[in-house]
């Protein structure tokens, strides 16, 4: 009698290929980029017709329901009553928010030119202390340092 191999007997070539990788091999993959820190000096962007309307509605709506909590039932009766409105309704909306967009326009021409215009970067290093120095490169490693605890979180 012959006999031939059972599957027992088969080597196990597939499990390794479906086998999921772990720590270090995983790291391989390209590492995530952080946001840039935002500027809290930055003016806001303005806000859009339908905002301004919502800032109207949400106290009217109070008005009249006081008893309620719930954020996205103002939201739906607002973006609802929104989409009722006609163009001539929506004009006075779309008129405020073209007056905080000018506004706005403004404001950040302002902020981009003292970005830009406030001299030379080399001539802003002379004036800061070691201390300051210090602290800068301080920031950057502090910012690599939590890419790597990001990547371990996973």
């Known amino acids: 009698m012959k006999r031939g191999k059972s599957k027992a007997d088969a080597p196990k070539k597939a499990d390794s290929k479906l086998s999921v990788k772990k720590g270090p091999e995983r790291a391989s993959k390209k590492p995530r980029k952080s946001k840039a820190d935002k500027d809290p000096n930055k003016p ?7 905002f301004v309307f919502m800032e109207e509605f949400r106290k ?4 009249k329901n006081p008893n309620n909590k719930s954020v996205s039932v103002v939201g739906k009766a607002g973006g609802g009553k929104w989409k009722s409105l006609s163009e ?3 004009a006075p909306y779309v008129a405020k928010a073209a007056k905080f967009k000018t506004e706005y326009t403004k404001k950040i021409a302002a902020y981009n ?3 830009s215009g406030g ?3 080399a001539a802003g290093d002379e004036d ?5 120095k210090s602290e800068v490169n301080d920031d ?3 910012e690599e340092g939590t890419e790597e605890e990001e990547e371990d979180d996973e």
């Open 88 to 90: 001539a309704e929506k």
């Open 113 to 115: 030119k003292n970005q």
């Open 128 to 132: 800061e202390s070691d201390k300051s």
């Open 60 to 63: 009217s709506f109070k008005e």
């Open 44 to 50: 806001k962007r303005p806000p859009s017709a339908f």
């Open 119 to 121: 001299g030379s970067h």
């Open 140 to 142: 950057e490693e502090d």
